[in-house]
């Protein structure tokens, strides 16, 4: 099996987004398209895409078979935060200014191939390995109070405080997490809660929804005890690269990946629209 140790012959290209706001949310879900593309034509490397949003719930494709999604959202919306649909996951998550997303793109060009729980565990050993310093252990299995609850859903001492998600196209992997940093969580779960509530109005529905308890997740800085900020955890994240053995090599926007987005991007927009 490859684990995050076998790919640090394969420099790191790193793509940091600024806070992106409601408005743009689109964005980091057409920037991944655009690096799986290139990842398949440039394997010989690891692709580092850091994509903070600010006060946006992203909803999954099983999100929009809610009996009353446009009620849902509603709910979403009236607590100041904008859902939007991704391509990624199946169930909504939020994303704001107290949570770390960012995404591992990978080429799947090994002798061995990397399967879904592989690729879901390079990313396990990541996170592990980021807070190696600290005494308490990162479990990964289903939190399914959570919400969008998986297998490799992360935790400590039962508490969620992270999720993935991955998608593939040919010989390229796209890894998503988001962290729960700080900031009010207890209120992200409560929103998730009443939008789910808002969108089944009680009748039965074929997908499985998550029954959201709030109290399931919980921040790191919370969970480890340390005041940390997103910034601090994308410090970690890169010095954790480096210190696993990665180099990093400075990475411009070409033109090309420029004028894919751009066309990537209006073709999401027209299909949400």
């Known amino acids: 099996m490859i684990n995050i140790r076998n790919l640090t012959d394969l420099p790191v290209s790193v793509y940091e987004d600024k806070l992106i706001q ?3 949310a689109l964005s980091p879900f057409a920037w991944t398209e655009v690096f799986l593309r290139e990842i398949n034509r440039q394997p010989k490397q690891v692709i580092l895409h850091v994509w903070p949003m600010a006060k946006t719930v992203i909803l999954g494709m099983l999100d929009r078979q809610l009996p009353y999604f446009d009620l849902a959202k509603k709910e979403v919306e009236s607590t100041g935060y904008v859902p939007v649909v991704r391509n990624i996951g199946g169930l909504a998550v939020v994303a704001d200014e107290g949570i770390l997303n960012f995404s591992l793109i990978i080429p799947d060009a090994f002798s061995e191939r990397i399967s879904i729980a592989n690729a879901y565990l ?17 479990d990964h299995f289903e939190i399914e109070q959570s919400y969008c609850p998986g297998n490799y859903d992360l935790s400590i001492a039962g508490r969620k405080f992270a999720g993935m998600a991955q998608r593939r196209v040919k010989n390229g992997i796209v890894v998503s997490i988001y962290l729960s940093v700080c900031g009010n969580q207890l209120k992200r779960g409560q929103m998730i809660a009443a939008f789910y509530k808002a969108g089944k109005q009680g009748k039965t529905t074929k997908v499985t929804y998550p029954q959201v308890i709030p109290e399931s997740m ?3 800085s ?4 340390t005041p940390f900020t ?11 690269l480096k ?3 990665f180099s990093f090599r400075a990475k411009q926007l070409t033109q090309g990946l420029i004028s894919d987005f751009e066309v990537t991007y209006q073709r999401m ?3 949400r629209h």
């Open 22 to 24: 409601p408005q743009d």
């Open 222 to 225: 919370d969970l480890l005890d």
């Open 269 to 271: 927009h027209l299909e």
């Open 218 to 220: 919980a921040n790191l």
């Open 243 to 245: 210190q696993l053995g």
């Open 122 to 138: 390079i990313m396990v050993d990541l996170i592990k390995a980021m807070f190696s310093d600290y005494y308490q252990q990162i």
């Open 230 to 240: 997103v910034l601090d955890m994308v410090e970690r994240l890169q010095l954790t």
